[in-house]
């Protein structure tokens, strides 16, 4: 540990670190959040480097809680680290107020473990954006957690290499009347738009919460018949 | 310190009824045997629906209940809404058991309307929770006051025979404890309102 900031300002008012960071995020595998009026979709690439990897030992949308779920684009093991943090957060207010956390509040208080890794001293930034999916008391939320710690609430978004093409082609898809099943096909053929090579029930993972306030992973067999109907 | 609980004395008493709840204590601040004040409070709003009442070391009532004022601020503030009543409940209990090992020396009553729905708990000093009564007493008169609660109280009452009841078993209560009294404040919550109404107890 040092006592200065890595971190620092360019004369152009800018945290380069942060800059990298959003690059190792643009550089991993795509990840694509819709919220419709009764739930909130995640789905994201499993790309593995090898056919000999076991593909259901790589697990890429992380429960939290049991209505709350994330996903990300960018380096896995900083992920995995966030996520940990996330769940003892919950866990927490769980204790001090024996009450379900709302998504809104564990976001912010994820965000502000984010943003101290741009200012502590001796530490660099997360190389991650995470999804934050969840239905809450107040109903369903997406939220998109960035590496400088800023965290915006949509509608609908995509992470990760295709990012840009996915936003544009949720932009003509999306609508606010959606239902989660709307939601999930959607998704679908948004991840398969810039899909390199074969969509397949294993190289996907997709996560699901309704107004049961559950959040599920689909099993590859549930995946299956999704992209079947998208043929 | 022969009972740092009795030290001061006073006596608080908390009660549900039919889509209200009342909470009552009594005005006495003494030291032993000697009284300084009367008109000492021992309940308090914490929120539009929720009372907190405290028996024990004023000090610590006092410290006690600005903590949870500022708790409940900060989570105004940081979540931009309202506190359930039982998740103050939790947060009082939580709050208590921070402190094991050094801690405050009051028994507090947590009441207050969820929903319209009446919420009442009790604690002991280091956060045991008891939710599980239609009322509920702390303080050097509480077992004065639990007789007169046990004849009197009835489930489902209206706010008017819950004001009733619960200043006659506070000041029957009071009247028998030589630490508690030098009057009586009574507060009833129900959707609409929050009346407070001050008693005559012997003045003694």
Redesign the interface.
Known sequence: MTDFALTTFSSKGKLLQIEYALNAVAKGDTAIGIKAKNGVVLVVEKKQSSILVEESSVQKVALLTDNIAATYAGLGPDFRVLAQQARKLVKKYD?????EI?VQ?LS?ELAEDVQVATQRGGIRPFGVSILIAGYDEEGPHLVQLDPSGAYYSWKATAIGKQAKNAKAFLEKRYNADMEIEDAINTALLTLKEGFEGQITPTNIEVGVIRDDHVFRILPPSQVKDYLEELE | MSGIFEYNGGSIVGMKGKNCIAMACDRRFGQQMSTITTNYQKVFKIQDNILLALSGLNTDIHTFYALMEKEINLYNL??NRKM?P??FA??VA?ALYERRFGPFFVTPIVAGLENGKPILATYDSIGCKSDLDDFQVGGTGGNYIYGACEAFFKPDMNPEELEEVIGQSLVSGCDRDALSGWGGVVYVLTEQKLTVKILKTKQT
């Open positions: 204790l001090k107020y024996q009450e709302f509040t912010r | 940081k979540e359930k039982t998740t939790n947060l939580s």
